[in-house]
């Protein structure tokens, strides 16, 4: 079963498959916190790997190095559709 999550920065959106790079578990422990307090990064709940928003390189934490795999989103009219 896939799990994704999408995120809207500087107007633009990214979505992301929900697995931590390091060890294959989800990024969020609750629904929808995906990101920092600050809102200008991704976060593994799990390890606290942080994780670019524009390209899903992680920064810091177990996986530096490494990226989120890319799941394509687009918007048409009001909907976020994938391929």
Do not use: K, N, Q
């Amino acid at each position: 079963m896939f799990h994704g999550f999408v995120v809207r920065s500087l107007g633009r959106l990214r979505g992301y498959a929900d697995r931590c790079p390091h060890a294959g578990s989800p990024l969020a422990m609750f629904d929808d916190r995906y990101l920092t307090r600050e809102g200008d990064l991704i976060l593994c709940a799990s390890h606290g790997a942080l994780f670019r928003i524009e390209d899903g390189l992680c920064l810091a934490g177990p996986c530096a190095g490494l990226a989120l795999r890319d799941w394509p989103v687009r918007i048409e009219g009001s909907d976020v559709v994938t391929d």
